[in-house]
Nanobody
Framework: QVQLVEAGGGTVQAGGSLRLSCAAS????????MGWFRQAPGKERELVALTSWGGSKTYYGDSVKGRFTISRDNDKNTVHLQMDSLKPEDTAVYYC???????????????????WGQGTQVTVSS
């Protein structure tokens, strides 16, 4: 059973930066696609950024392209999300997610992810 623990959320002014981290444990020797989704009140959960097991493939939601960067360190079983030029519309609960995959396959749908963190709140004030 994979466990995911997020850290790094908080409150920041528009234009500022935050860095989220997700530490994974219990995955054994399996390969996992990992990434971040977010959910704002009254809205559906949406893709923020995803990365393949080896890190060769990354995907970003249209609203964060050019501002957010995902990275992973498999030696430390962690994935990071660097968020720059934050906007009030980025305010949401951010969830780390992981799912077993083959090679560099990266599912895009949240329904494809088997494991989820508890979520961390990001609030961007105007």
């Amino acid at each position: 059973q994979v466990q995911l623990v997020e850290a790094g959320g908080g409150t920041v002014q528009a234009g500022g930066s935050l860095r989220l981290s997700c530490a994974a444990s219990g995955g054994g020797s399996s390969s996992y696609a990992m990434g971040w989704f977010r959910q704002a009140p009254g809205k559906e959960r949406e893709l923020v950024a995803l990365t393949s097991w080896g890190g060769s493939k990354t995907y970003y939601g249209d609203s964060v392209k050019g501002r957010f960067t995902i990275s992973r360190d498999n030696d430390k079983n962690t994935v990071h999300l660097q968020m720059d030029s934050l906007k009030p519309e980025d305010t949401a609960v951010y969830y780390c997610a992981a799912t077993p995959t083959w090679g560099e396959v990266v599912p895009a749908s949240p329904q494809s992810y088997d494991y989820w963190g508890q979520g961390t709140q990001v609030t961007v004030s105007s």
